[in-house]
């Protein structure tokens, strides 16, 4: 299957909150001019990602540190994709406040599932503004995490802004501008 420039999105979802953050960064990116095709992985084969050469990925994270039910069914069939050349970033929905031992441990899941496949990860996102107690996607010393992290629990009114920061975050690092 060739690669386009168009940009894959591909979220799971139970409350439609992971889709909405996703219809956002879509629109973000059409400001700057550049297509983003959203799959909820519920209704695709995943083997679609091989399309892109740009990956979006968008996992909630339910409870304590619980995988969303379509990413933790595609865990393996994600394993198995040969993603090498590809450029994947994240974004993770959580409660930092309700579960701030386990927020966006999803996100942090789903990287770990990444990182063998070859593919380039980008998108990290500072932790500051945040307040949780631990999360597996946070690095070390906790200053950053794998990705963008949103929690439409307790700070929906910082959502708009964090997506559009990161957008130009992932613009800038794509050198999207240049082609």
């Not at 799971?12 to 990116?29: A, C, P, R």
């Not at 550049?34 to 959203?38: A, G, K, L, S, T």
């Given at each position: 299957?060739?690669?386009?420039?168009?940009?894959?999105l591909?979220?799971?979802?139970?409350?439609?909150?992971?889709?909405?953050?996703?219809?956002?960064?879509?629109?973000?990116?059409?400001?700057?001019d550049?297509?983003?095709?959203?799959h909820?992985?519920?209704?695709?084969?995943?083997?679609?990602?091989?399309?892109?050469?740009?990956?979006?990925?968008?996992?909630?994270?339910?409870?304590?540190?619980?995988?969303?039910?379509?990413?933790?069914?595609?865990?393996?069939?994600?394993?198995?994709?040969?993603?090498?050349?590809?450029?994947?970033?994240?974004?993770?929905?959580?409660?930092?406040?309700?579960?701030?031992?386990?927020?966006?441990?999803?996100?942090?899941?789903?990287?770990?599932?990444?990182?063998?496949?070859?593919?380039?990860?980008?998108?990290?996102?500072?932790?500051?503004?945040?307040?949780?107690?631990?999360?597996?996607?946070?690095?070390?010393?906790?200053?950053?995490?794998?990705?963008?992290?949103?929690?439409?629990?307790?700070?929906?009114?910082?959502?708009?802004?964090?997506?559009?920061?990161?957008?130009?975050?992932?613009?800038?690092?794509?050198?999207?501008?240049?082609?």
């Open positions: 299957m060739e690669a386009t420039h168009t940009i894959g591909f979220y799971g979802t139970d409350t439609s909150n992971t889709e909405m953050v996703g219809q956002k960064i879509q629109q973000q990116f059409a400001e700057l550049r297509v983003v095709e959203r909820n992985i519920s209704d695709v084969d995943l083997s679609l990602m091989l399309k892109y050469d740009f990956l979006i990925l968008g996992i909630p994270t339910w409870d304590f540190g619980g995988i969303q039910s379509d990413w933790e069914d595609a865990g393996d069939a994600l394993t198995e994709l040969n993603l090498s050349g590809k450029t994947i970033a994240l974004y993770g929905l959580g409660d930092q406040f309700g579960y701030g031992d386990y927020f966006v441990d999803a996100m942090g899941w789903l990287y770990e599932q990444l990182r063998p496949t070859g593919a380039k990860l980008i998108g990290l996102w500072p932790t500051k503004g945040y307040d949780f107690e631990a999360s597996l996607a946070a690095n070390k010393d906790k200053s950053e995490f794998v990705g963008l992290a949103i929690d439409e629990d307790q700070q929906f009114d910082l959502t708009d802004q964090r997506v559009e920061q990161w957008v130009l975050q992932l613009y800038a690092e794509l050198a999207l501008a240049a082609t």
